[in-house]
């Protein structure tokens, strides 16, 4: 049987190195994704900033109080370090008008994976977070809140915005569906 986050972290935290890696290999797909969908599909760039995640965790396990789920901390502290990555750089990039990739000869999920990367592009900032964080990270309005600081009418804004230019694009992209 799988151990819990709490008996992982407590095992790491008594020493065995073996509990971290299982706490890194849980989260670091869904880590890797959020970013990437932030980042709007450069892969680079959320790995990186994923590390970061995970070498964060490792130095600042024992200041986990537990006030959230690890999920719920480790999604915050990702979002805090793509802002200050943002705000360092001008490496994020929205386009308006991208072709989407030839995916003739593609796997259907990683299809799927890139259509949404791409159409990431298109969405704001504040958008791309709130809709990632919603139905990617599976998080309730009030963690997105707790995640971000964000006020909850704010959250709920950016979600149906974001909801609402994605069903465009889909609809413009499969104009017979």
Same mark, same amino acid.
């Given at each position: =049987?799988?151990?819990?986050?709490?008996?992982?972290?407590?095992?790491?935290?008594?020493?065995?190195?073996?509990?971290?890696?299982?706490?890194?290999?849980?989260?670091?797909?869904?880590?890797?994704?959020?970013?990437?969908?932030?980042?709007?599909?450069? $892969?680079?760039l959320a790995d990186d900033i994923a590390q970061e995640v995970f070498v964060r965790l490792f130095?600042?396990?024992?200041?986990?109080?537990?006030?959230?789920?690890?999920?719920?901390?480790?999604?915050?502290?990702?979002?805090?370090?793509?802002?200050?990555?943002?705000?360092?750089?001008?490496?994020?990039?929205?386009?308006?008008?991208?072709?989407?990739?030839?995916?003739?000869?593609?796997?259907?999920?990683?299809?799927?994976?890139?259509?949404?990367?791409? =159409?990431?592009?298109?969405?704001?900032?504040?958008?791309?977070? =709130?809709?990632?964080?919603?139905?990617?990270?599976?998080?309730? $309005?009030?963690?997105?809140?707790?995640?971000?600081?964000?006020?909850?009418?704010?959250?709920?804004?950016?979600?149906?915005?974001?909801?609402?230019?994605?069903?465009?694009?889909?609809?413009?992209?499969?104009?017979?569906?």
């Open positions: =049987m799988s151990k819990s986050d709490s008996e992982l972290i407590a095992g790491f935290l008594a020493g065995d190195q073996s509990a971290f890696e299982a706490l890194v290999r849980r989260h670091q797909s869904s880590i890797r994704q959020f970013l990437r969908r932030l980042t709007a599909g450069d $892969h680079a130095t600042s396990l024992s200041t986990f109080r537990g006030e959230a789920t690890l999920s719920t901390w480790l999604h915050t502290v990702a979002y805090r370090m793509f802002l200050r990555h943002v705000q360092s750089s001008d490496a994020i990039a929205f386009v308006s008008d991208e072709d989407f990739p030839d995916t003739a000869s593609t796997a259907p999920s990683v299809v799927s994976d890139i259509m949404v990367e791409q =159409m990431m592009k298109h969405l704001s900032l504040n958008e791309r977070l =709130m809709v990632t964080l919603s139905y990617s990270a599976g998080m309730s $309005h009030s963690e997105i809140a707790d995640a971000t600081g964000a006020p909850l009418g704010t959250i709920k804004s950016h979600v149906n915005r974001a909801k609402r230019k994605l069903a465009k694009l889909l609809n413009m992209e499969n104009p017979n569906a």
